[in-house]
Structures are given as C-alpha cells and as structure tokens.
C-alpha cells in the first residue's frame, strides 16, 4: 500500500525525497515562506504555492488515514471486521468511500427495515435476496413469517418488512453507491427553475429556467444557484434517468432469473426512489458545492496576490479622498511615510458653489503640502468626486504635476472602525481614518491592506457564501507570502505588518514595535534577539526577511539569511568584490565573474547548492531591491470620461480590477468599470480568464457596447473584433 508521502509525490509529480523534506520541514513547525525561499535544495525549488498546496492535501490524507483508524477500530468492535473489508477501507481514496463502507456498521436512527429486523424477517430478506436456483415463492415463504406477537399479521406484511432490509442492504452497499456516484456525475444534469409562477427580473434570471450536465457546470452558476435557492428565488435539484440509474443496480443486484428475481427488482427501485437517490443528489450538490468554493477560493487567492503586490508609489505627498454624498467628501493628507499632515472634509456633490468650495479649499492644501497624487476611492460618489478632481488639477495650471488614481477602497470602512485603526489615529474620527487608508493604498498597498481582513479586499465571487475559515487560511496564506516576498522593514514595519512575517506573530510584532519605540531604532537584525518572546527558532523563520537600511552590515537589507553571511562574503571574493563595491552598487559583471570562477565550485567551496548561490547573488547586486518595482506602475490620470463620451471601437487603457470566472473587470476611466468577457479576452481557446490577466494588469481594451440605461459597459482586447 503506497505511503502518504507516495501519493503526494505522484499527484504532484515532484521528487519523492523532495516531497519528504517538505512534510518534515512543516512537521518541524517551518513556516511555507521560509522553506520556499530558503530550503530550496531541499525541495528542488518547489515554489510557495505549491508548498502550501502540498501542505493542504497531506492535512486531508492523514485525516482520511484517522478516519480509516476510527472506522475499522468501530467494525473490529462490533466483531464484524473481516481481513476484506479491512482491505477494501485501507484502499479507499477519498472519505467518501470510507463512509460508504462504513455505512452498514453505523449506528442508525431506527428504520423500516430496523423495525422488519426486530419482527424477525431477515432470514426471509436474506433467503429471497439470495436468488438461489431453488428459491421459494416469495409470498408462500414469507407466510412461514406470520407472528401475530411480533406485529406480523400477514403474509403480505412479512414480505413488505422484507422488502425494507432488502432495500436498506442494496442502499448500503458500498460498490452500488460508487458506480451510482462516478454515474450521476458524468451523466446526470442539474436543473434550475423559478420557485415562483410568476417570476420578477431579479439577478438570477438566467436561471429561471436552467440546465446543465452536472460535469460540465461552471462553479460560479453552482454557487449562484445555491444563493437564489437560499433566498427562495430558486428550486434547484438534480436529474438522472432513472431506468440507466436502476439498470446499472440490477447489474449488481439480480442474479440468475429465479421466484425472488422480480421481488428483489421491486425492491431495488425502492432503495433507488426512496433511499438512494435523495442521498446521492444531496452528495453531488455537496461535491459541486465543495468544487465550487475551493475554486472561488483559488480565484479570490489568485486575485488578491497582485492586488496585494501593486507597485507602490512611493515618496510622494499624497491627498486620499474619501468620496461620500450625505457625509460629505472626507480628505486627509499625508507625506512620503505616510503620516498625516492634514485633514478636512469638503461637500463637492451639494451644488455648483459648494464645489467651487471645494476645489478652492483643496487647492490650498495642495499648495501648502506640495501634494503630488491624489488617491480616490471607488465607492459612492466616486464619479462625482473623480470629476470635481479634474477640474481641481486643471484650475491649478498647465505644468502642476499633480495626477490622480482610482483606488479599490473594499475594506476602507471596515479598517477606519476597527481597534486597530482608533490606536492608530485616537484623534481623528472613522470617517477621516478611511480617507488616511484610502492614500497610503496608493503609496504602499502591501502595508495598507494587511490591516484589513483579507475577505473584505473585495476581489472574489461569492466570498460571503465560502467556508470561512478554509477562506480565511487560504487568504492569510497569501498574504503571508506577498509581505516575505517583498521584505518589512524592521524600523518603520506596523504591527500588522510585522505579524504577518514568517516566524512572528501579533505578540511578538507588538513587542518589536515596543522595543523599538523604548530602544530605538534596530542597528542590526541581531538585536531583534532581544525583544521578548522572539527566541532563536522564531529569529530562524523571520530574520531573512526583516530589513535593517540602517544597519553597519549590508546583508541586513538583503534578503540574505544570516545563515549565509559567511557564504555571501565567499561569493563576493570569488567574483573580486568587496562589500563596500556592495554598498555603493559596483557589482555590474558580478554573474560573468561568478560563471568564470565556475558556479558548482563556488556553491561547493560556500557549502550552499545552486539555488541558493544564485539567490546571493541577486541579492547582492541589488541590495534593497523591491520586487514590486518590477511590475508595470499604477494608471495615473489627468481626465476623466464619462459613460456618455463612450463609443463602439474606441481605445482605452485600464486597470484589471476583478478577474472572474466569465471573464474581467477593467477600470476604463469611467465609474463604471466595463466587464471584458472571457470570449473577448484573446483570439485562443482559455479555459479561465486567469490564464491570462491578473488584478492589477494595465491593459488596452476597445469599447464593444454600452448601455447607458443599465450602465453597462462591453469591452474587447481582441483588434479583430473592436
């Protein structure tokens, strides 16, 4: 029988012994960022992701390997565990199968065929069951059955309560129930209809009258399904032709033709109608349901890591408006570090002189700050707001300099009223602390957006129906990679920020922040040793990823582990550098030295592999270096387009705000983003849209359609049809 760490190696198609070292490492209580970046010869450089991946399906494998403990000791217990059966459950694959063939030895509610048994008619159930060449007559058997003292009056009673077990034995049987599985799914459907006779033009619409084959549905129709049903909208249930589904019952059921055969075919399409299917269809709606979440999830997942990663722009007096009608438009200026050094709230949507108001205010402030970006949230108002900005920058002058961006301000809210945000600014009032979030989003999303529960980031399909705490680690694992991937800075880092780095947690980053405000600044990443509670395993985990700028050793602000100071040194003086050529960036031919002195001796002489030596020197040629640089810069804008300015054919630029599973969302410049569906997305077959955009993206689309009414807008990327 093959051995856990057997199965993961093949349905991953990684290297046994790579496969073993990743289950040790996270046994060893290793975080997925750390293995990943700095046990890569251990793992033949097998990425986080996948890691966490790997992480996710060894938790289901030992779990279905305890269930397969709990179920066989239960049997064992009862006397009934045969060498078999005890097979049949080590082979099972998934817990479905365990549980199938658990199901006769179960503990049941009392049913009709539990009645049948205590009024003493299984040996007749079994006798007729059995379709022996010289079975009775059913009816003239089961009068042998007749006890008036056990409740059996009948001749036809006896034959009903054996009719029960029958049934209840056919809806038991494991191998019945598995064909019966793989069967609905490769050819049942699933219907949708109206719960309603006269329906009203709701969202769910086209599902009014709905129907797919339950192996080719989309997991976000299942899920839209699954919330018009809740919400009475809908009727939802799952077809099969009955006659395929019994014909392949009587293939294990019926035996040679003899008196009981048509009693037991009888008894078949009961345990099918009345037992059976109800329990199946509720598996497969299950199945398609628990398919549909983990794929929402994966999409959430993938939506949110270059969210979470955008370019930062950095070093820049930004202005964040927080759009609002009622309340106002609420206004908070803050410098190249993010701290605020202003705030006011301004009415642009009250009239003509209330927006004159408001420009003339607001130009002050930039004036007075030098404020060179202007951050506007998405929300209500936004339009509006966005409109009145443009109108601000043109008042100021040809040559201002001054720009603005649309920034997805999901989660803004939820930020300014939490704990976290009132320690933050204890005198500024939840309206102006969404607009303090909404700027910094601009200047450093990653810092921003860790203060904020990643389900309300607002970048998923249904993210409110997943399973939270499968959704909450998936997200949180996500978030913990991009935070490593870019590195925190140790003196500047804020709680939320610092706990999310590999190693830590919310304790221990409150005492870094607190030791660094008693303390001071860190001189070195050593000196992290002396905040309490960070012992030498947590300083393993989080070290490579802290960054110290101020730091006497260079490698302080590298991704270098402090475990491969020695080895970076030996590299530099193989390449003929030192670290002051380090410091002052002098590392141009530093890879063609490397290639010359010979990689392999180089990572024998530093005891590292190849992976890591390779690392290193990256590192070392571009100390400090932030990965998100890399990636295409934020759209910056000077105008704005309104909905009615839209025509057929016309080129735009714009940001990937959503990527869904029909397509994606682009932010044209318009308060509406327009939706670009997966057909229009390339001129090849994609399976997802994913294959080919991310959140984040800057992309050229042409406008196909609008709908002003509905506010709707079509986009295209692909020429040939613009």
């Known amino acids: 029988m093959q051995t856990i760490v057997q199965t993961l190696s093949q349905e991953f198609n990684k290297n046994e012994e790579h496969v073993q070292n990743i ?9 997925v960022p750390f293995i990943a970046r700095y046990r890569k010869e251990m793992h033949g450089t097998t990425d986080d992701q996948t890691i966490r991946e790997i992480a996710d399906r060894l938790a289901y494998l030992r779990g279905l390997e305890e269930r397969k403990q709990e179920v066989k000791k239960s049997i064992e217990n009862q006397g009934k565990l045969t060498e078999e059966l005890a097979l049949k459950i080590d082979e099972a694959a998934t817990l479905a199968e365990v549980e199938d063939l658990y199901r006769p030895y179960k503990q049941k509610r009392r049913t009709r065929a539990t009645v049948a048994r205590e009024k003493g008619l299984e040996p007749l159930a079994e006798i007729l069951y059995a379709q022996e060449k010289d079975c009775p007559v059913p009816l003239e058997e089961a009068a042998k059955y007749v006890d008036e003292e056990k409740g059996v009056n009948t001749a036809e009673e006896a034959l009903a309560g054996a009719g029960d077990i029958i049934a209840e034995v056919i809806s038991n049987d494991a191998e019945i129930r598995k064909a019966l599985r793989e069967l609905f799914m490769s050819r049942a459907d699933i219907l949708s209809t109206s719960a309603k006779k006269e329906p009203e033009d709701t969202v769910y619409r086209n599902y009014y009258a709905f129907v797919s084959a339950v192996s080719k549905v989309q997991g976000h129709q299942v899920l839209a399904m699954n919330r018009g049903e809740r919400e009475e909208i809908l009727k939802v249930s799952i077809d099969m032709n009955r006659d395929v589904a019994l014909d392949l019952i009587y293939r294990y059921t019926l035996k040679e033709p003899c008196a009981s055969t048509e009693f037991v075919r009888t008894c078949a399409q009961d345990a099918y109608d009345r037992l059976i299917f109800p329990s199946v269809e ?14 929402a999830i994966g999409q959430f997942a993938l939506n949110l890591r270059p969210l979470l990663m955008q370019p930062p722009v950095k070093g820049f007096v930004t202005m ?7 309340m106002g438009c609420k206004v908070a200026v803050v410098d190249g570090t993010g701290k605020v050094l202003d705030t006011t709230v301004v009415y642009p949507t009250y009239g003509e002189r209330q927006k004159k108001e408001c420009i003339d205010k607001l130009s002050v402030l930039i004036k007075k700050h030098k404020v060179q970006h202007i951050a506007i949230g998405n929300g209500t108002a936004s339009r509006e707001t966005e409109q009145m900005t443009v109108e601000l920058i043109g008042s100021l002058g040809a040559g201002s300099g001054v720009s603005y961006a649309i920034v997805n301000e999901a989660g803004a809210s939820v930020y300014s009223a939490s704990k976290l945000a009132a320690q933050e600014f204890p005198e500024y009032d939840v309206n102006l602390r969404s607009a303090v979030s909404i700027a910094r989003r601009l200047q450093d999303p990653l810092a921003e957006l860790v203060k904020i529960d990643p389900k309300s980031i607002g970048v998923g399909q249904y993210q409110h129906d997943m399973p939270e705490k499968r959704l909450s680690e998936t997200l949180d694992g996500v978030v913990e990679d991009c935070v490593n991937a870019v590195g925190v800075d140790l003196n500047t880092a804020s709680v939320p920020l610092l706990a999310r780095v590999s190693g ?10 607190k030791y660094r405000e008693e303390k001071g600044a860190f001189a070195s990443r050593q000196e992290v040793l002396k905040v309490p509670k960070l012992g030498a395993k947590a300083f393993e985990q989080c070290a490579g990823f802290l960054r110290v700028p101020e730091s006497k050793q260079v490698l302080d602000n590298t991704s270098v582990h402090p475990e491969s100071y020695e080895a970076a040194e030996k590299v530099l003086s193989f390449c003929g550098y030192t670290m002051e050529d380090v410091k002052a960036g002098r590392l141009m031919n530093m890879m063609r030295n490397l290639h010359a002195y010979g990689e392999e001796k180089a990572a024998k002489e530093c005891g590292i592999g190849l992976p890591t030596l390779f690392d290193i020197a990256d590192e070392l040629r571009k100390p400090g270096r932030d990965p998100r640089d890399e990636l295409p810069p934020p759209v910056l804008r000077t105008d704005v387009l309104e909905i009615k300015d839209l025509k057929p054919g016309m080129e735009l630029k714009g940001t990937v705000r959503n990527v ?3 397509g994606a969302f682009v932010d044209i410049g318009v308060h509406q983003d327009g939706l670009v569906h997966i057909s229009q997305i390339c001129d090849k077959f994609i399976r997802h849209p994913s294959e080919v955009l991310a959140v984040g993206d800057v992309v050229t689309v042409w406008v196909k359609e609008v709908d002003e009414k509905k506010n709707r807008i079509s986009l295209t990327m692909r020429q040939a049809q613009k």
């Open 504 to 513: 830590l947690n919310t304790a221990v980053a409150q005492n870094i922040v």
């Open 282 to 295: 509720r598996e497969i709606r299950t199945a398609l349901t628990d398919s549909a979440n983990e794929g």
């Open 660 to 662: 869904i599973d029909f």
């Open 23 to 31: 289950v040790t490492l996270l046994d060893e209580g290793n975080t």
């Open 320 to 326: 964040g408006l927080d759009p609002g009608y009622r």
